[in-house]
């Protein structure tokens, strides 16, 4: 397989609504949507998940596309690769920049994928014909807005809430979501808000039955979650902390976590998640897909990702209808009683919508 073009587009899509976090609010989703092109004139998409600030991480769309144009597409371009997994090798001497490199990565699998004539789950391994698929909730105004949205979402199916807290939107917020829905599968994300300091209002959080509390501190600790994690009962899930295999294999061995959040974007594409999912399942510590307000071409391949065989957590990838009034594939992602049906069509499985991707573009080139 050898890619010979590849087309870089900015998009900007709109949310239906705000979303807020514990670093700020936004509403404007900037991206970049890569397509490549192989010698036999089929395109294989990816989508690059860093945010227009390095709010969740240090890498951004800008610092996304210097990568892409002067690294990341030229050692690529004209190389003969056999299996997607090669691609971490022509990046070998690239540190970092697992957002970028995910970019083209995952186009390279769902061209892979059709090339080979299967779905991109079945090339990667996985065996599931539908996902259980949850929710993720960002801060809100009040309780009772929280309540109202978690009300219509359980209506809706999905198999899991997952509420972003910060210091003040957590434990009395989350007694009043438990009152309420006392058995509703239920998790917290605190996007690194915390230190050890707050290991009392953390340690209250036990008496609700969490599923887990993901990232409660630094973006680039696993000591300190350790700690916390012998004084609370609550299973610890790392996200931001975990951008490598060797990263979760340090983590697992510290006790730092009992799961593992997997973004494709965040440890540098799928074959890496796959080598996480592989360890994470050796040592019986679930995973689960995390979600980075991905348009239809990111939200696929979490779907793909998600049939491997322990991915036994519903993740965040919800239907495309949540957060956009139109997405940019064909058939949109749709989730019926809590539930993705993964399609088996060769690659990603959903056809790119070209005219709707061209009314997103803000800035597009090619490089051949
Ligand atoms: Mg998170």
Redesign the pocket.
């Known amino acids: 397989m050898q890619i010979k073009e590849v087309t870089l587009r900015h998009l900007q899509m709109k949310l239906k609504f705000p979303f807020t976090t514990s670093f700020g609010t936004f509403q404007d989703r900037d991206f970049i949507l890569l397509e490549a092109k192989d010698k036999n004139g089929h395109s294989g998409w990816g989508e690059s998940v860093a945010f227009h600030s390095p709010w969740y991480s240090e890498e951004t769309m800008k610092t996304n596309w210097h990568m892409l144009e002067d690294y990341l597409i030229p050692a690529l371009l004209n190389q003969e690769i056999t299996h997607p997994d090669e691609v971490s090798e022509v990046f070998s001497n690239i540190r970092k920049n697992n957002m970028a490199k995910s970019t083209i990565e995952g186009a390279v699998w769902d061209l892979y994928s059709q090339e080979q004539g299967i779905s991109l789950a079945s090339a990667l391994g996985g065996k599931k014909s539908k996902i259980e698929v949850g929710i993720s909730i960002g801060i809100q105004d009040t309780a009772s807005d929280l309540l109202r949205i978690i009300e219509k979402h359980v209506e809706e199916g999905y198999k899991r809430m997952k509420v972003k807290i910060k210091p003040g939107w957590d434990v009395d917020v989350m007694r009043e979501v438990r009152k309420e829905f006392p058995d509703v599968p239920l998790m917290a ?1 605190a ?1 690194s808000a915390y230190t050890l300091k707050d290991i009392d209002t953390l340690k209250a959080l036990d008496e609700f039955d969490l599923m887990m509390i ?2 409660p501190l630094a973006s680039d600790d696993i000591i300190d979650h350790a700690k916390l994690q012998q004084a609370i009962s609550t299973p610890v899930c790392l ?2 902390s975990i951008h490598s295999y060797e990263d979760a294999r340090k983590a697992i061995e510290l006790g730092s976590c009992g799961i593992i ?1 997997i973004k494709i974007g965040r440890v540098g594409g799928l074959s890496e998640s796959k080598r996480i999912h592989d360890l994470c399942e050796s040592h019986h510590s679930p995973v689960w897909c ?1 979600g980075m307000l991905e348009s239809g071409i990111g939200r696929a391949h979490n779907v793909a990702l998600t049939t491997l065989s322990n991915f036994i957590m519903p993740g965040d990838t919800a239907a495309s209808s949540r957060y956009w009034e139109k997405d940019i594939i064909t058939p949109e992602v749709t989730v019926e009683d809590g539930y993705i049906t993964v399609p088996n069509k060769p690659g990603i499985g959903y056809e790119p919508d070209l005219e709707t991707i061209e009314s997103y573009t803000i800035e597009k080139k090619t490089y051949k």
Do not use: A, F, L, V
Request: avoid cysteine.
């Open positions: 994300d996007n993901e990232q996200d931001e959040n995390g």
